[in-house]
């Protein structure tokens, strides 16, 4: 806010209408915005849907990888598929001897 108060102190005539109206776009835009999200929501609420059914049809296409290799550290359970960077828990050990 200071910003916007130094700005308007020492703004001329012309710069302070191009900002109103740029101020008056960014609210415009955001009142249709929020407008067009209460419309879907209502959508939703006819046909009996949640945000969490589309989240469920959008998911992640990615199969899921059971863990190949499982190691007690620090005393929890860490589990990795051998896929990506080793974790801290498999740095300096025989994987062979942790197969899950």
């Known amino acids: 806010m200071k910003e916007i108060r130094s700005f308007i102190k020492s703004a001329s005539l012309t ?3 191009k900002a109103q109206s740029l101020i008056g776009d960014a609210i415009t835009k ?4 929020q407008q067009a999200k ?3 929501l209502e959508l939703l609420k006819q046909k009996g849907l949640t945000l969490e059914d589309l989240q469920d049809a ?3 296409k990615r199969t899921k990888v059971m863990p190949k290799y499982r190691i007690e550290y620090e005393g929890k359970i860490v589990e990795w598929t051998g896929r ?3 974790p801290k ?3 300096g ?3 062979t001897e ?3």
């Open 93 to 95: 050990v025989e994987l």
């Open 15 to 17: 710069e302070l209408e």
């Open 98 to 100: 942790h197969l899950a």
């Open 84 to 86: 990506g960077k080793r």
């Open 58 to 60: 959008a998911g992640d």
């Open 89 to 91: 828990a498999f740095q």
């Open 30 to 33: 955001y009142t249709e915005q």
């Open 38 to 40: 209460q419309e879907v």
